[in-house]
């Protein structure tokens, strides 16, 4: 039981597909995060949601759009997504939002967009 | 601009042996906190090791241990008597205050019978 769930663990889409990743996770926390991980590039973080609210969104395209329906549940809607966007996306959850709080990570949705 | 730089995109040990891993930060804040994160093949990113900058003592947690320089800016992981089950990719991290988790590149490390 690692806490933080992931599905699917792999998805291959086209470039006009509309698909949505899944996170739940176990751990009573507060605080959700998604993170794009790309080959040779540090972590990036997409969005933090806090007692389901986004609290930070960096800059990210609109073809990705989270939602937060509640504390345990974290979504990633893909819509018409480019092949660069093709990664590997990690979901976390914390305790809070308050800055050096420990991160538990899922294992991923690996994505590759054709 | 804050920055974390791991200058070993690989690294190999011999099972048993001790390996350090390298990593650099940049600011000008005096208050933030360090970590070392371990991902394996599983994917799943697991924290290992946590440092607050105003404690001049570095962290361990049992073979895992830093050499935490504040002033050169460097936060190294040392791990010793190293074990297959190492093997993965480690990510050095800091935060400022509430601000985001910057990572590093990472460093695969391999550990060999």
């Known amino acids: 039981e690692t806490g933080v769930t992931q599905t699917p663990r792999h998805l291959v889409m086209g470039m006009t597909n509309k698909k949505s990743l899944k996170c739940e996770q176990h751990?009573?926390?507060?605080?959700m995060y998604w993170y794009k991980q790309s080959a040779k590039k540090p972590l990036e973080l997409m969005f933090v949601?806090?007692?389901?609210?986004?609290?930070e969104n960096n800059s990210v395209p609109s073809r990705f759009s989270p939602e937060c329906p509640n504390s345990s549940h974290l979504f990633l809607h893909l819509h018409t997504l480019q092949p660069e966007d093709s990664a590997l996306y990690l979901c976390?959850?914390?305790?809070?939002?308050?800055?050096?709080?420990?991160?538990?990570f899922g294992s991923g949705t690996q994505l590759s967009v054709l | 601009a804050q920055t974390v730089t791991q200058s070993q995109p690989e690294m190999s040990v011999q099972e048993a042996e001790t390996v350090t891993l390298s990593c650099t930060y940049d600011?000008?804040?005096?208050?933030?906190?360090l970590f070392w994160y371990k991902q394996p093949p599983s994917r799943q990113m697991i924290l290992v090791i946590r440092?607050?900058?105003?404690?001049?003592q570095n962290a361990t947690e049992n073979r895992f241990s830093v050499n935490f320089q504040k002033a050169a800016k460097s936060f190294s992981l040392k791990i010793s008597d190293s074990q297959l089950g190492d093997t993965a990719m480690y990510f050095c991290?800091?935060?400022?205050?509430?601000?985001?988790?910057?990572f590093g590149t990472g460093t695969r490390l391999q550990v060999f019978p």
């Open positions: 976390a959850s914390s305790q809070d939002n308050w800055g050096d709080e420990k991160l538990f």
């Open positions: 751990l009573g926390h507060n605080a």
């Open positions: 949601y806090s007692l389901e609210e986004r609290v």
């Open positions: 600011t000008s804040e005096n208050n933030y906190y």
């Open positions: 440092q607050e900058a105003y404690k001049q």
């Open positions: 991290a800091f935060m400022v205050n509430t601000d985001k988790l910057i």
